[in-house]
């Protein structure tokens, strides 16, 4: 604390005093009972905090420089209507563009013809594996001095589809050919963390789960593909438990920064934010309008590097310019309006978050040294354990929103009766089923609200 200025006049208070204070004021109730509450990580949030608590523990803090995008989502289906939508939304205000790819016959020079490759950081998820294709925009974008993140994620595939691309052996030649094209500009190799989120893992094992899968990948590449520099882009969902959030993403760079170290990896690595779906609703849904602006706050606090957000909309319809345009206006105000285009710096010294960010590290690094020691995140996938312990992080979610304990206004609180979304739906909502034959049991996204909207359309 700075012993100069206004402060002076008043003497310090130790936690101790503030304790006792409260402890009076609750005129014989318990402290612990009244005010403690234990989150589902099993973390004891008090009700203040003190910098006694940032005794003799590290805390962690973001490069002086670090800033954060606004970035927008494109399904490119068909090359040329994508290029012309990734021009409309960069004069919009979109700074980054995140690229589905469907299909492999997709033309890459079509697709980024007339964009600042060198200005604009571009992310691609691909919907298939396969070398020619990626190669040749690889090769696009090292030609063009473009700067790009590829997310290939073949385990990440197998953790949400049940089977590998091809199969174990093929998509591991095919990964291990595209890894070695990597740069310090063009990043190929992403895990993916949200589909743990959007399935119901707690932060703990978000966390965990997602530095045993990318520790799956630092042991598999060789020391000499990585060269000391191997760039990894971790995809996050953001939820609403907001200071958690804020918290779990400094832990998580934190993790990485541990984890690389050890294979002598220099790398920083890139975090791509979206606001989760687990607690999105079709009833009362601008609503969620709300819960993304506090979701996209915390992950600029949490130190994202390209924070894309989700139209308010996006379950029951089809893409649209409306939503898109008021999802990326959020962004912007975020960044223009509410002044925090560099303000991943906020967080640092808090003791809440501080101490929240070391807590759940801590737990996470006991959690994967316990995966680690039990064969790792593969063979954990491949005996169901991660799927189960995931199971039964969401079924004790699930019965705190039941209970109404999580409360979602308009969905287990305050339901405005007259709302009808029946003849809305243009998307299927909610988790679709198909029998079919795959080699591990896979992990699937659920929002909290689907079994209530289920039954409310039924009524209708």
């Known amino acids: 604390m700075n012993k100069s200025g206004l402060f002076n006049e008043f003497p310090e208070v130790t936690a101790k005093q503030w304790k006792q204070k409260i402890q009076m004021d609750l005129k ?32 962690f803090s973001l490069p002086k420089d670090h800033s954060w995008s606004v970035g927008q989502s494109i399904y490119a289906g068909d090359a040329e209507k994508a290029n012309t939508k990734a021009k409309e939304v960069l004069n919009k205000g979109a700074e980054s563009l995140i690229f589905t790819i469907p299909k492999e016959e997709i033309d890459v020079e079509a ?40 997310n290939l994620d073949i385990i990440g595939h197998l953790a949400k589809d049940g089977n590998w691309y091809h199969n174990l052996e093929k ?54 593909a990585v060269e000391k520099s191997f760039p990894v882009t971790f995809t996050v969902a953001v939820g609403g438990n907001y200071f958690f959030e804020i918290a779990e993403l400094r832990a998580l760079r934190w993790l990485w920064n541990s984890l690389s170290s050890e294979y002598g990896i220099k790398s920083e690595c890139k975090i791509l934010a979206f606001p989760s779906k687990r607690n999105k609703t079709l009833y009362d849904y601008n609503v969620n309008m709300l819960r993304t602006t506090s979701e996209c706050m915390s992950a600029v606090l949490g130190g994202a590097d390209t924070v894309c957000n989700l139209p308010y909309d996006a379950l029951y319809h089809k893409d649209n310019e409306f939503g898109e345009r008021i999802a990326r206006n959020q962004l912007l105000l975020l960044k223009e309006e509410s002044y925090l ?10 003791y809440y978050i501080e101490s929240l960010t070391h807590q759940l590290a801590e737990k996470a690094l006991a959690l994967f040294k316990q995966l680690e020691k039990g064969g790792g995140f593969l063979d954990g996938l491949k005996k169901g354990t991660i799927q189960q312990k995931i199971k039964e992080s969401a079924e004790k979610e699930q019965q705190l929103f039941d209970e109404g304990k ?40 659920k929002r909290l609200a689907e079994g209530s909207e289920q039954k409310r359309l039924n009524d209708e």
Do not use: C
């Not at 318990?30 to 234990?38: C, F, G, K, P, Q």
């Not at 285009?341 to 640092?348: D, G, H, L, Y």
């Open 28 to 59: 014989g109730a318990d402290y612990n009972e009244a005010l403690v509450w234990e989150s589902l990580e099993g973390i004891n949030v008090k009700p203040f905090y003190h910098q006694e608590d940032l005794e003799n523990i590290p805390t």
């Open 111 to 150: 697709l980024l013809s007339g964009i600042k490759l060198e200005e604009i950081q571009l992310y691609f998820h691909f919907d298939f594996l396969a070398l020619e294709p990626i190669k040749k925009l690889v090769s696009l974008l090292k030609e063009k001095n473009g700067k790009a993140h590829l």
């Open 171 to 224: 998509d591991h030649e095919i990964f291990d050919e595209l890894v070695h094209l990597g740069t310090s500009d063009v990043s190929i190799l992403g895990v993916d963390i949200s589909q743990y989120q959007n399935a119901g893992a707690n932060m703990v094992q978000q966390l965990a789960y997602g530095l045993a899968h990318a520790n799956e990948y630092l042991n598999h590449v060789s020391s000499s």
């Open 341 to 350: 285009a560099e303000a991943s710096q906020i967080a640092a010294g808090s």
């Open 406 to 445: 999580i409360v979602s206004l308009g969905t287990n609180k305050y339901q405005n009766p007259a709302d009808r979304m029946k003849d809305n739906l243009e998307l299927y909502p909610f988790v679709k089923t198909k029998a079919r034959k795959t080699i591990i049991e896979p992990i699937i996204e």
